[in-house]
């Protein structure tokens, strides 16, 4: 009998992925997953909103081979807290193959941040969407985008759109890069060219350290599987304006999916719609990730 019991509305990740018929590039990252426990060896934070399904690193790095990547960023997600011990067992077990991305309190010490770049942590996620987080007041996390940016760290901020304008400022002041997960999270339904998807591109725009990763068609797609169709454009063009701002990663096992579980195969196999050149796919893939995350070395 395990600690933790999944909550029951919650979907296991998918557990006969297909196998893409594109190719990644040599080096190519997956630069958005996760690890979940297994709850048995590292619990899950007694304050979270949800219980997930284990994905424990074993079945993530076998994912990674099959699909056909070279390397893993792995971002805490909310289920674990501010305690990073399963990200960093993970790290530790990668053979150097994966960094990752923490979450962590304001009165961390300064050994303990050593601690985790010597383990391979390369950012810290601020984490804005009130159903996952009781989010920390952008006054408290002042102090530790200050403490991280000594270390050469970056910022990953997730939000959902129709908070940006009460975040705006607050982003657009950080100083280190800042990678926004999920395009800011838009309502794919509305038109591409209106007010709320405009404003995440100003912040783009006016930006340079701002980035951002084109994925999660799976939960931003209101048509839905197997196309995701209105998911590519809003991908697209971001890969277009900012090609050496963008990142891609499956988000296995994707956390507190409810209507279905993608195939991560498909997945892989939608890149070429969202980056159609051969030199955009290198730089969503290889160049830019490997700029951000093994900067110091593979
Ligand atoms: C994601 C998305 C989600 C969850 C988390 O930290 C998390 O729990 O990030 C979500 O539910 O949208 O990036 O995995």
Redesign the pocket.
Known sequence: MTKFQKDANWLDFHSNPSKPAFTPPPGAVDA?C?VFGPGDDFPYSPTRKYTPCDGPKETLFELRDYLGFERNVIVQ???HGTDNSALIDALIHSDGKARGVAVVSPDISDAELADMHSAGVRGVRF?F?KR?VNPVPPEELKSVAKRIAKLGWHIVI?FEAPDLPEYYDFFASLNTIVVV??MGRPDCSKPINGEEFELFLKLLRENNNIWTKVTCPE?LSLRGPPDYVDFIPFATRLVELFPSRVLWGT?WPH??MKSHMPDDGHLVDMIPLVAPTAELQRKLLVDNPLRLYWAGGI
Request: charged residues 20%.
């Open positions: 958005h996760h997600a909310s289920c984490n969407v996952l997730y997960d999920h939960r988000d956390p507190n």
